[in-house]
């Protein structure tokens, strides 16, 4: 197993491990590490990936130095290995929503985290993100995004979710590959509020979509978003016919 590191947006790196049984075309599973005075790492992986993602994290920055430790929610990929990270970086917090932390993190997070309210925002440095609680969008009660408001890139977590090996970065269109993980894994919730909350997103008009699964996107994030909400109102009224 070897972790890629690109650099997608200015001192924010994707490291990016393929796990080829995945689906025809294998499945990549993202983090996200924003490099600032106080380093956050979105996502942290399965912890069976722990020993590759760490060493993947310290070709960046001293695992040691990790002051956040972020997810879109809870889930074994998304913060599997949330206690090895927190025991490797000892001064390192988990920040999550507070719902999230009252149904979940509270007791399985060896260190108590850091509950967040919609919009709150956390000062790493020269960055920082805004957390926005994004509730079953894509899935999960607890479902929330991150926004680094100084380069314009959301933490997407799954939304856009694709497969295959493709670049770090690209100018391409997203939407019909996650129609097609769409298609094979139904992994979205299909609720009224879903395209709503999306077109949210869309208002933020982001320059960089940070996808935990497949090739982050460059360009207009606003537009690629506003596609998406569409795409799954028709999928909420096909299944209503």
């Not at 929610?73 to 719902?99: F, I």
């Not at 969008?137 to 493709?166: I, K, M, N, Q, S």
């Not at 869309?202 to 960089?208: D, E, G, H, V, Y």
Request: with cysteine.
């Amino acid at each position: 197993m070897s972790t890629k590191i690109d650099e997608i947006a200015p001192r924010i790196y994707r490291l990016s491990t393929l796990v080829p049984e995945i689906g025809p075309t294998g499945f990549t599973f993202n983090q996200f590490l924003l490099d600032d005075d106080e380093p956050l790492l979105f996502h942290t992986g399965h912890r069976s990936m722990f020993p590759s993602v760490r060493d993947a994290i310290a070709q960046v920055v001293p695992v040691e130095r990790l002051r956040w430790i972020a997810f879109g929610h809870v889930e074994s990929d998304e913060c599997g290995a949330m206690n090895e990270l927190l025991a490797a970086a000892p001064h390192a917090r988990v920040a999550h929503g507070a719902l999230g932390c009252m149904v979940s993190l509270d007791e399985m997070a060896d260190r108590p985290p850091r509950p967040l309210t919609n919009g709150e925002t956390i000062d790493l440095g020269t960055k920082r993100v805004r957390h926005i609680d994004t509730p079953h969008v894509p899935h999960g009660w607890d479902a929330r995004v991150l926004y680094e408001e100084t380069t314009g890139t959301l933490l997407c977590g799954d939304l856009f979710t694709h497969l295959g090996d493709g670049p770090a970065l690209t100018e391409d269109d997203i939407l019909g590959p996650a129609g097609a993980a769409e298609d094979l894994f139904s992994f979205s919730c299909l609720s009224p509020s879903t395209p709503t909350t999306i077109d949210e997103l869309a208002a933020l008009a982001p320059r960089t979509l940070a996808l935990m699964h497949g090739s982050s996107f460059t360009g207009d994030g606003s537009a690629m978003l506003r596609g998406l909400a569409d795409s799954y109102r028709e999928r909420i009224t096909a299944a209503g016919a």
